[in-house]
C-alpha cells in the first residue's frame, strides 16, 4: 500500500462536461443528442440552510396553502378532479400550481403535500378518454372550437414530476395516449390559438421526456410534429410578452436535442442576447416587460411577471442540462436571488404582479402609463388580482431546490447551483455516495463539501465557477490543490474518494461596479451573485383582504433618490464591505436579517422624483449633478430589497454632471376617468388605431355629451405651432366617440386665448388630427371639446408642436 492516492489524483479544468452516453441515470436516448448533464431523482437531494426554509415557508404560504384562498384550486366541481372532465376552471391555474405544489411536497419529503397532490393527479389520471384526450372537456373546444393544448402542457409537468418521485406505473402510458392522440390530430388544426402555440417547446420537453423512458419512435414524430406546428422562434423573438420569451426562447433549445443542428441551439442563445441587449440593461437577471416589451420603455423601473422570474429560472435550469455551459446556471443563480425574493412577501403568503430593480412603492394605485397595464400591479396580494402568478410561482424554489446537484454523463457528479444541501446519488460502477453541502452561499464565499461513502471509490466532482470569479480556489482534505480556472468553467476533482474526504471550495467575492451605458450610464454594484440596492425604510399597512391573508402595500419611509459618488479611477474602491456577525437567518431575504451590507458614499438628486402616479421617474444621464451634502448610505441585496434602487445614477465631484429635470408637470382635465389616465396623452405610446384597447387611455367617460377640457402646462413660455390629437373611439364596444367639436387655447400670461388655425379642427377616427396655427409662446395648452349627444370621449395621444 505504497500508492501515493494525492499523485492518482486528476485536476482538470473544462468548459462543459463530456456529453457522451453511459450516464446511470435517465438521459437523452439515441438518437438524441447524448445529455451534458442530467437531474438526478427528486428524493436525491435535500436542500438546506435557507433553501429548506424557503421552502417550508412556501408550504406553510400561499403555495402551500392556495386551496383555501384560490377559486381555481378547489376539489369539488373542478373540471381538472373530475374522471368525466366536466366541471368549472378548467383552465392553466390549477395545473400551473400543482407543478410546483407536487414538487414542493417531493423535495421536501412532506407528506401532506405529497398527499394533497396526489389527490389531483389521481383526478386527472382517471379523466382519461379512449382516444388519449384527458382533462377539461371543454378545452377540447377551448380556441375558435379547436384544443387548447396549454393547460395540458402544464399538467403533463405536474405528471413528470410526480412519475420522477413515484414511480406509479400509470404515467407513462397515460402520457404516450395522450401524446398518440397528438400525433393523430388533424395537422392544420393542431396546437392552434395564441398561448398553445407560441409556449409549445414546453410539449417538446414532456414528449422528449417520454422518450428517454420508453424509447418508442413514434414519439420523436409527435416531438416534430410540434415543432412543425409551433410559433417560429428559430428567426428571432416570436412574441414580444414577456413570459411568452421566458419560456419560449428556448424552444429551438428543445428542437436541437432532435435535430441536433447547433444553429438551433444558436437560435435560442440569440433570442436571450436580443432580449436582454434590448431590455435586460438593468440588474437582477430579469428585463423590462411589464406585460410586454415594449419599444422606449427598458428604463429599471419596467417591471418583470413573477411568472417569467420562474420561468425564466426552469429555462435556465433545463439549458443547463441540454448544454452543460455554466452561465445558464449562472444566470439562474443571479434572478433566483436578486429578483425573485422581492416578487413575495417575506413570509411567502402574497406575492405581486411586477418587480422591478428601482422600485419606490408598492401600492395598490394605477402605474400606467409608466407601466403597461392600469389597476394594481405592485402591492402585495395572495388573492386572484393576480391569478396566473398567484399559482405559477410555486415551481420556482422546489425545481430550484432540484437542479442543485446534476449527474454527468462520466457517471461523476457536479455541484450546479451552489446551496446547502445533502445529495446521495449513484457514481461510477452505481455505488452510492453522499455529499454534504454546507455553506451560506450566496451570502458566504466558502463551500465546504465531505463525502460519505461505504467504500472508496473513484469518480470524477464536478465545481462550477460562476462568472464573477477569477480566483476560485480548492483544498481537498486541507490540502491546497493546485489549479487555475476561468470564470465559466468547471473545476473537475477526478480522484478516488474515500469516506469523509473534504473539499473547500473558495469562491472570492470582490466588489465591482456594472455601468448601464443603454441605461444613461446607471451603474450596480455586485459582490459574488448579489447585487446591491439602496436600503429603503419599510412601512407595511394592510389595505384589503383578511388578518390572515392580507394585502400589503409597501411605502417608503426614508429617501430613495440617491446617486452613488464612486472613485472615477476605482469604483470599487468607494465601497465598504460589512459582514454581520452570527447565523445566517432561517429568511435572510430582507433588510433586517441580511447577512452582508456595502455602505457607499452618495448625494441626493432633488430632481429625482416620482411621477404623478407614484411611480418613479425614469433616470436621466449620469453623472448627475447634486448640490447636496455627501452622506454614507447602506446598500443591501436586492433580494433582501423589496423598495429598491438598484440601478444608480452617479453624482459627480463638486457640480459637474448633468442637471437633472424635475418630472413635467401631469396634464390637467376637467375629468378623468378613475380607471384611465391624464399621462396617457403624453406618454409617446402609438396608437394602432382609435379603438386601441392595448395602450394606456385618457377618457372623459362617464361625462356624457358635455363640454370638458385637457391642459398641458409648461414652468416656463414655449413656442408652439401646432398641435396633433389622436381621438379615442370604442364604437362596437363602448360608448366614447371622436368629439363633436374642439378648438384650441394657449396661456398667454394669466389670460387663454384662441390659437389663429391654419386649418380645421379635425375630428377624423384611426389618425393624428394636426392642426397648425401662428406660432404662439405659451404657458399651457388647453383642448376644449363639446361632446356628442348621450356619448362620451378621450384622447389616446396629443402631441405638440414647436
Ligand atoms: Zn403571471
Given at each position: 500500500m505504497s500508492a501515493n492516492l494525492d499523485a492518482q489524483q486528476q485536476v482538470r479544468v473544462v468548459k462543459a462536461p463530456p456529453t457522451t452516453p453511459g450516464s446511470l441515470y435517465t438521459a437523452n436516448r439515441a438518437p438524441l443528442l447524448p445529455s451534458a448533464l442530467c437531474k438526478l431523482p427528486i428524493s436525491s437531494i435535500t436542500p438546506r440552510g435557507w433553501l429548506e426554509n424557503m421552502l417550508r415557508l412556501e408550504a406553510d404560504g400561499m403555495t402551500g396553502r392556495l386551496e383555501e384562498i384560490s377559486p381555481w384550486c378547489k376539489f369539488e366541481g373542478n373540471a381538472w378532479a373530475s374522471p368525466t372532465g366536466e366541471g368549472d376552471n378548467g383552465w392553466e391555474e390549477l395545473p400551473y400550481w400543482l407543478k410546483g405544489y407536487g414538487d414542493l411536497g417531493y423535495v421536501l419529503k412532506d407528506e401532506t403535500v405529497i398527499k394533497g397532490a396526489r389527490k389531483w393527479i389521481d383526478g386527472v389520471l382517471s379523466s382519461q378518454r379512449e382516444d388519449g384526450w384527458f382533462g377539461p372537456r371543454n378545452l377540447l373546444t377551448g380556441v375558435d372550437g379547436k384544443p387548447d393544448l396549454w393547460p395540458n402542457m402544464l399538467m403533463l409537468n405536474a405528471l413528470q414530476s410526480f412519475y420522477e418521485a413515484t414511480g406509479d406505473e400509470r404515467v407513462l402510458p397515460f402520457m404516450a395516449r395522450y401524446f398518440r392522440w397528438e400525433l393523430n390530430y388533424p395537422e392544420q388544426d393542431f396546437l392552434a390559438g395564441f398561448w398553445p402555440n407560441v409556449r409549445a417547446g414546453d410539449n417538446i420537453e414532456s414528449i422528449l421526456w417520454l422518450y428517454n423512458r420508453t424509447g418508442e419512435k413514434w414519439l420523436l414524430d409527435v416531438a416534430e410534429k410540434v415543432h412543425r406546428r409551433a410559433a417560429d422562434w428559430t428567426k428571432g423573438v416570436?412574441?414580444?410578452h414577456g413570459v411568452n420569451i421566458t419560456q419560449s426562447f428556448r424552444e429551438p433549445a428543445m428542437h436541437y436535442i432532435q435535430a441536433k443542428d447547433p444553429k438551433f441551439l444558436q437560435a435560442a442563445e440569440r433570442n436571450y442576447a436580443t432580449v436582454m441587449g434590448l431590455y435586460g440593461q438593468v440588474p437582477g437577471g430579469g428585463f423590462g416587460a411589464d406585460e410586454n416589451c415594449r419599444?422606449?420603455?427598458?428604463?429599471?423601473r419596467q417591471g418583470f411577471e413573477t411568472c417569467s422570474i420562474v420561468e425564466f429560472m426552469h429555462s435556465f435550469e433545463m439549458l443547463t442540462k441540454i448544454t452543460g455551459d455554466p452561465a445558464w446556471a449562472d444566470r439562474c443563480e443571479e434572478i433566483a436571488f436578486n429578483t425573485f425574493p422581492a416578487s413575495m412577501t417575506p413570509d411567502l403568503k402574497a406575492l405581486h404582479y411586477l418587480t422591478a430593480p428601482n422600485m419606490i412603492s408598492l401600492d395598490p394605485g394605477n402605474k400606467a402609463p409608466g407601466i403597461q397595464n392600469g389597476g394594481t400591479m405592485l402591492s402585495y396580494s395572495p388573492?386572484?388580482?393576480y391569478r396566473c402568478c398567484q399559482h405559477n410561482v410555486s415551481h420556482g424554489w422546489p425545481y430550484y431546490a432540484e437542479e442543485l446537484w446534476l449527474a454527468t454523463a462520466d457517471r461523476g457528479l457536479c455541484a450546479s447551483l451552489y446551496a446547502a444541501s445533502e445529495v446521495t446519488a449513484k457514481v461510477a460502477d452505481g455505488t452510492s455516495v453522499t455529499i454534504r453541502e454546507q455553506t451560506e452561499y450566496p451570502f458566504e464565499q466558502t463551500i465546504r463539501l465531505r463525502v460519505s461513502t461505504a467504500a472508496p471509490v473513484r469518480f470524477p466532482l464536478y465545481l462550477r465557477v460562476p462568472r464573477w470569479c477569477a480566483k476560485a480556489a480548492v483544498k481537498v482534505n486541507a490540502q491546497a490543490v493546485s489549479v487555475t480556472a476561468e470564470p465559466l468553467s468547471y473545476i473537475v476533482l477526478d480522484r478516488e474518494w474515500k469516506n469523509g474526504d473534504r473539499v473547500t471550495l473558495e469562491l472570492p467575492m470582490e466588489v465591482s461596479v456594472r455601468v448601464w451605458q443603454k441605461n444613461k450610464g446607471a451603474v450596480s454594484v455586485d459582490r459574488g451573485p448579489l447585487t446591491y440596492s439602496l436600503e429603503i425604510g419599510e412601512k407595511w399597512a394592510k389595505y384589503g383582504g383578511t388578518d390572515g391573508w392580507p394585502e400589503l402595500a409597501l411605502t417608503p419611509t426614508?429617501?430613495?433618490?440617491y446617486g452613488l459618488v464612486l472613485s472615477?479611477?476605482?469604483?470599487?474602491?468607494s465601497l465598504q464591505v460589512v459582514a454581520k456577525a452570527g447565523p445566517v437567518a432561517?429568511?435572510?431575504?430582507?433588510p433586517e436579517t441580511t447577512p452582508v451590507t456595502i455602505r457607499a458614499k452618495a448625494k441626493r438628486i432633488p430632481a429625482w422624483q416620482a411621477d404623478a402616479n407614484g411611480l418613479i421617474s425614469v433616470l436621466q444621464q449620469s453623472p448627475a449633478q447634486s448640490d447636496q451634502p455627501e452622506e454614507t448610505v447602506t446598500l443591501i441585496p436586492m433580494g433582501c430589497a423589496r423598495l429598491r434602487i438598484a440601478a444608480f445614477p452617479t453624482v459627480g465631484a463638486a457640480l459637474e454632471g448633468q442637471r437633472w429635470a424635475a418630472p413635467p408637470a401631469p396634464p390637467l382635465a376637467s375629468w378623468c376617468n378613475p380607471g384611465d389616465s391624464v399621462l396617457a396623452m403624453n406618454d409617446g405610446i402609438e396608437p394602432a388605431n382609435s379603438n386601441d384597447q392595448g395602450i394606456p387611455r385618457f377618457t372623459w367617460w362617464d361625462h356624457r355629451g358635455t363640454k370638458e377640457w385637457v391642459q398641458y402646462n409648461y414652468d416656463k413660455p414655449r413656442k408652439v405651432s401646432g398641435v396633433a390629437v389622436y381621438w379615442f373611439d370604442d364604437t362596437g364596444s363602448g360608448s366614447c366617440r371622436v368629439p363633436k367639436s374642439w378648438q384650441l387655447l394657449y396661456r398667454d400670461g394669466e389670460a387663454w386665448k384662441p390659437v389663429k388655425a391654419k386649418g380645421e379642427f379635425g375630428v377624423k377616427r384611426d389618425t393624428y388630427n394636426r392642426v397648425d396655427f401662428e406660432p404662439v409662446s405659451a404657458t399651457g395648452l388647453r383642448i376644449e371639446v363639446e361632446l356628442q349627444p348621450e356619448v362620451s370621449g378621450g384622447i389616446l395621444e396629443w402631441k405638440v408642436f414647436e
Amino acid at each position: 500500500m505504497s500508492a501515493n492516492l494525492d499523485a492518482q489524483q486528476q485536476v482538470r479544468v473544462v468548459k462543459a462536461p463530456p456529453t457522451t452516453p453511459g450516464s446511470l441515470y435517465t438521459a437523452n436516448r439515441a438518437p438524441l443528442l447524448p445529455s451534458a448533464l442530467c437531474k438526478l431523482p427528486i428524493s436525491s437531494i435535500t436542500p438546506r440552510g435557507w433553501l429548506e426554509n424557503m421552502l417550508r415557508l412556501e408550504a406553510d404560504g400561499m403555495t402551500g396553502r392556495l386551496e383555501e384562498i384560490s377559486p381555481w384550486c378547489k376539489f369539488e366541481g373542478n373540471a381538472w378532479a373530475s374522471p368525466t372532465g366536466e366541471g368549472d376552471n378548467g383552465w392553466e391555474e390549477l395545473p400551473y400550481w400543482l407543478k410546483g405544489y407536487g414538487d414542493l411536497g417531493y423535495v421536501l419529503k412532506d407528506e401532506t403535500v405529497i398527499k394533497g397532490a396526489r389527490k389531483w393527479i389521481d383526478g386527472v389520471l382517471s379523466s382519461q378518454r379512449e382516444d388519449g384526450w384527458f382533462g377539461p372537456r371543454n378545452l377540447l373546444t377551448g380556441v375558435d372550437g379547436k384544443p387548447d393544448l396549454w393547460p395540458n402542457m402544464l399538467m403533463l409537468n405536474a405528471l413528470q414530476s410526480f412519475y420522477e418521485a413515484t414511480g406509479d406505473e400509470r404515467v407513462l402510458p397515460f402520457m404516450a395516449r395522450y401524446f398518440r392522440w397528438e400525433l393523430n390530430y388533424p395537422e392544420q388544426d393542431f396546437l392552434a390559438g395564441f398561448w398553445p402555440n407560441v409556449r409549445a417547446g414546453d410539449n417538446i420537453e414532456s414528449i422528449l421526456w417520454l422518450y428517454n423512458r420508453t424509447g418508442e419512435k413514434w414519439l420523436l414524430d409527435v416531438a416534430e410534429k410540434v415543432h412543425r406546428r409551433a410559433a417560429d422562434w428559430t428567426k428571432g423573438v416570436a412574441s414580444w410578452h414577456g413570459v411568452n420569451i421566458t419560456q419560449s426562447f428556448r424552444e429551438p433549445a428543445m428542437h436541437y436535442i432532435q435535430a441536433k443542428d447547433p444553429k438551433f441551439l444558436q437560435a435560442a442563445e440569440r433570442n436571450y442576447a436580443t432580449v436582454m441587449g434590448l431590455y435586460g440593461q438593468v440588474p437582477g437577471g430579469g428585463f423590462g416587460a411589464d406585460e410586454n416589451c415594449r419599444p422606449g420603455y427598458g428604463d429599471p423601473r419596467q417591471g418583470f411577471e413573477t411568472c417569467s422570474i420562474v420561468e425564466f429560472m426552469h429555462s435556465f435550469e433545463m439549458l443547463t442540462k441540454i448544454t452543460g455551459d455554466p452561465a445558464w446556471a449562472d444566470r439562474c443563480e443571479e434572478i433566483a436571488f436578486n429578483t425573485f425574493p422581492a416578487s413575495m412577501t417575506p413570509d411567502l403568503k402574497a406575492l405581486h404582479y411586477l418587480t422591478a430593480p428601482n422600485m419606490i412603492s408598492l401600492d395598490p394605485g394605477n402605474k400606467a402609463p409608466g407601466i403597461q397595464n392600469g389597476g394594481t400591479m405592485l402591492s402585495y396580494s395572495p388573492y386572484g388580482v393576480y391569478r396566473c402568478c398567484q399559482h405559477n410561482v410555486s415551481h420556482g424554489w422546489p425545481y430550484y431546490a432540484e437542479e442543485l446537484w446534476l449527474a454527468t454523463a462520466d457517471r461523476g457528479l457536479c455541484a450546479s447551483l451552489y446551496a446547502a444541501s445533502e445529495v446521495t446519488a449513484k457514481v461510477a460502477d452505481g455505488t452510492s455516495v453522499t455529499i454534504r453541502e454546507q455553506t451560506e452561499y450566496p451570502f458566504e464565499q466558502t463551500i465546504r463539501l465531505r463525502v460519505s461513502t461505504a467504500a472508496p471509490v473513484r469518480f470524477p466532482l464536478y465545481l462550477r465557477v460562476p462568472r464573477w470569479c477569477a480566483k476560485a480556489a480548492v483544498k481537498v482534505n486541507a490540502q491546497a490543490v493546485s489549479v487555475t480556472a476561468e470564470p465559466l468553467s468547471y473545476i473537475v476533482l477526478d480522484r478516488e474518494w474515500k469516506n469523509g474526504d473534504r473539499v473547500t471550495l473558495e469562491l472570492p467575492m470582490e466588489v465591482s461596479v456594472r455601468v448601464w451605458q443603454k441605461n444613461k450610464g446607471a451603474v450596480s454594484v455586485d459582490r459574488g451573485p448579489l447585487t446591491y440596492s439602496l436600503e429603503i425604510g419599510e412601512k407595511w399597512a394592510k389595505y384589503g383582504g383578511t388578518d390572515g391573508w392580507p394585502e400589503l402595500a409597501l411605502t417608503p419611509t426614508t429617501p430613495w433618490n440617491y446617486g452613488l459618488v464612486l472613485s472615477p479611477k476605482s469604483p470599487a474602491s468607494s465601497l465598504q464591505v460589512v459582514a454581520k456577525a452570527g447565523p445566517v437567518a432561517a429568511q435572510p431575504f430582507t433588510p433586517e436579517t441580511t447577512p452582508v451590507t456595502i455602505r457607499a458614499k452618495a448625494k441626493r438628486i432633488p430632481a429625482w422624483q416620482a411621477d404623478a402616479n407614484g411611480l418613479i421617474s425614469v433616470l436621466q444621464q449620469s453623472p448627475a449633478q447634486s448640490d447636496q451634502p455627501e452622506e454614507t448610505v447602506t446598500l443591501i441585496p436586492m433580494g433582501c430589497a423589496r423598495l429598491r434602487i438598484a440601478a444608480f445614477p452617479t453624482v459627480g465631484a463638486a457640480l459637474e454632471g448633468q442637471r437633472w429635470a424635475a418630472p413635467p408637470a401631469p396634464p390637467l382635465a376637467s375629468w378623468c376617468n378613475p380607471g384611465d389616465s391624464v399621462l396617457a396623452m403624453n406618454d409617446g405610446i402609438e396608437p394602432a388605431n382609435s379603438n386601441d384597447q392595448g395602450i394606456p387611455r385618457f377618457t372623459w367617460w362617464d361625462h356624457r355629451g358635455t363640454k370638458e377640457w385637457v391642459q398641458y402646462n409648461y414652468d416656463k413660455p414655449r413656442k408652439v405651432s401646432g398641435v396633433a390629437v389622436y381621438w379615442f373611439d370604442d364604437t362596437g364596444s363602448g360608448s366614447c366617440r371622436v368629439p363633436k367639436s374642439w378648438q384650441l387655447l394657449y396661456r398667454d400670461g394669466e389670460a387663454w386665448k384662441p390659437v389663429k388655425a391654419k386649418g380645421e379642427f379635425g375630428v377624423k377616427r384611426d389618425t393624428y388630427n394636426r392642426v397648425d396655427f401662428e406660432p404662439v409662446s405659451a404657458t399651457g395648452l388647453r383642448i376644449e371639446v363639446e361632446l356628442q349627444p348621450e356619448v362620451s370621449g378621450g384622447i389616446l395621444e396629443w402631441k405638440v408642436f414647436e
